[in-house]
Structure formats: C-alpha cells, structure tokens
C-alpha cells in the first residue's frame, strides 16, 4: 500500500475540509499533512504527494503557503508522483481563478515532480487562469469552488481520485 501525503494550508477551512475528505476516501494510506504544523518536513515519507492550495484575493497565495514559499522553490522531487487540487471562487475573482494552484504547479514541475491529475476545464465559468495547461483545455489539478459550486465537491473529488489511482497505480 503505497503512502499518500496530503499537504495543505487552509485559512478559512475549506481547503482543510477537502483534504479530510480525500484522506478519508483514501483510507489509512492517507496521511494529512497541514504545512502549518510541519511546514514540508517528510515529503521523503510519502510515496505520493497531493498538495492542496487555495488561491486568495487577486491570485495571491494562501497565507501559510507565503510563509514557506522559499521552500517550495528549493525543492527537490525528482520522479515523484504528485497531484494538485486548488480551491478558489470563479464567480468573485474570475480572473485570478485557481492561480496559485498554478504556481505551485510551475514549482513542482521545477522540481522534477512527476504530476497528474489535471482536470477538465467543462462546467466551470471564470475568466482567466494560471492554472490551465498549455492547451487551455484543463486545469493542472482538481479544481473545486466551494462558494458556488459546493455540490459538486464531492462527486469531483471522487472521479478525481479515481483517476489518480489509474494514474499512480494506487489501490
């Protein structure tokens, strides 16, 4: 059974919320891990690394991904699988939806991540992104919106997780 780190900073205790979700889909390989209590220590630990990141105001990153932001661009992943998912709010701020998921993206793919996950950009309104692959057909993670699009977390979150499990060869 292959180790899975769910790594997080939340503020409002959404993005907390989510991560407690996929962990308990995930079952006991899940271990959630708030980068507020452990900042980036052990990622070595973890066989698989979901990382969780909600966008605030005008694209900016939340509060406890600011305060070890320097860490993040000093890592090192080489081959290791990971995924994203990010919070934000399309309808609000349309035009910085999920943007620090697509910093932390930039990072991760930096740092020699092996990355999946990405999403389908269907069924969602919002006018620019960071976030969007290349071809602008998908974000480069799971893209949820808990302030107007709340009923679709958690059917999202399982078709999300099921692809990864395609993807990493997850029981």
Known sequence: MKRVGIIFGSTTGNTAKVASMIAERLGSQAIVHDIIDKELDGLDDYDICLFGIPTWDFGELQEDWADIWDSVKVLALPGKPCALFGLGDQIG???????????????????????????????????????????????????????????????????????????????
């Open 93 to 171: 701020y349309g035009e910085w939806f999920l943007d620090a998921m697509g910093l932390l993206h930039a990072e991760l793919s930096r740092a020699g991540a092996d990355l999946a996950g990405y999403w389908p950009i269907d069924g969602y309104d919002f006018e620019a992104s960071k976030a969007l692959t290349q071809d602008g057909s998908h974000f480069v993670g799971l893209a949820l919106d808990e302030d107007s699009q709340s009923s679709e977390t958690e059917a999202r979150i399982d078709q999300w997780l099921d692809q990864l499990k395609r993807d990493f060869e997850m029981s």
